[in-house]
């Protein structure tokens, strides 16, 4: 789903992709996409991966050339671990994500409920649980419409605000955030509200 959007995205800009490149999920095998997407010459580098894959590409693409002073490297929410703030290529790089926080009394009350820490996944399903409860409150026969569940107005969740397109993809509010050495800083606040400013 990341290259629709990416490409959508990119053509709303009035921007060009210079190179696009797959590869395995794995950290074999990332020599011959690195040296197409460093020969590219990009003023960006979008890597919609985490974890050890992340990692590694990162070092790998400086390595064969990418100037990480000029180069921006973006990503996306997979990039919200500690592990990423602690790679020095991925510093200055921007991602999209919940506030740092934004969970806060989420997972406190969890914690007091339950006696640990949430699931990863945990959030989401009681974001589902809470529209199912507010939903219900509706008019019978009007509650679980498509009107009501893709209410352009949207709804708040327990990292921030979100909404359903008709295709029932879902749109979150997030914000930008930059990789620094000490963590996470935001660069944009994730938007309180899906109405556009001034209204």
């Known amino acids: 789903h990341i290259v629709p959007a990416f490409r959508k995205d990119v053509e709303t800009a009035g921007a060009k992709i210079a190179d696009l ?4 999920p794995s950290t074999d095998g990332l020599e011959e996409p690195v040296k197409s997407v ?21 070092p790998t693409l400086v390595a064969d050339g990418l100037d990480h ?6 990503g996306t929410g997979v990039w919200d671990e500690a592990s990423v703030a602690r790679e020095p290529m991925l510093e200055g ?37 809470s529209l199912v409860a507010l939903l219900s ?8 419409t498509d009107t009501a569940l893709t209410d352009p107005n949207g709804f708040t969740g327990a990292d921030g605000i979100f909404r359903f397109s008709a295709d029932g993809t879902a749109e979150r509010g997030l914000a930008v955030l930059a990789v620094t050495p000490g963590g996470f800083s935001i660069v944009s606040p994730a938007p309180k509200t899906f109405q556009p400013s001034g209204s």
């Open 93 to 129: 790089g921007w991602f999209a994500a919940p506030e740092p926080d934004a969970d806060a009394a989420f997972i406190a009350k969890y914690k007091n409920t339950f006696a640990s820490s949430p699931p990863q996944l945990a959030a989401l399903a009681y974001d589902a649980v």
């Open 69 to 74: 002073d000029k180069v921006k490297l973006l």
């Open 21 to 24: 490149e797959r590869f395995a």
């Open 38 to 58: 460093v020969a590219s010459n990009p003023d960006a580098v979008l890597i919609a991966q985490g974890g050890t894959l992340l990692r590694a590409l990162a």
């Open 137 to 144: 409150a509706g008019k019978p026969y009007e509650r679980f």
